[in-house]
């Protein structure tokens, strides 16, 4: 898939083959999404410089009008994509939101995840570092 960021630039998953991607469907108007954002930042600060990323998509229908004030309320530094027409949510099956899904550095899908989480744990530190080692 290809969706733009919160400059209107396209961004695809394939850009990111080689890495860990933590793909997150939220919205805006969603309070478990809301409230797990916090530790997203946390874990993205922790594995910068690692062969991570989160790609989180926002499939509110307002796109940026409402994006970017919330990203920059919370203080988001991650990469923010924007899906107006919520395609994502079907590609990938989605029931709701949140849901994330974890992607390999070749590109496969090893998991998905329905609610909110605390990304920020030791534990799911650990399980990322343990992806990116894999060769």
Not at 67 to 89: W, Y
Request: charge should be negative; glycine fraction near 6%.
């Amino acid at each position: 898939f290809t969706l733009p960021d919160l400059t209107g630039s396209p961004v695809s998953l394939a850009d990111f083959r080689g890495k860990v991607v933590l793909l997150n469907i939220w919205a805006t108007w969603c309070l478990p999404c809301v409230e797990e954002m916090p530790s997203m930042e946390k874990l993205y600060r922790e594995m910068e410089g690692e062969d991570f990323i989160i790609l989180a998509v926002s499939i509110d229908n307002t796109g940026t009008e409402v994006v970017i004030p919330f990203v920059e309320k919370h203080d988001l530094s991650f990469t923010v994509l924007v899906d107006r027409n919520a395609t994502l949510k079907s590609l990938f099956q989605a029931t709701g939101v949140p849901e994330s899904i974890i992607i390999d550095k070749k590109g496969i899908i090893l998991e998905k995840v329905i609610g909110a989480r605390n990304w920020a744990s030791s534990e799911i530190l650990g399980y990322f570092r343990s992806l990116i080692q894999r060769k």
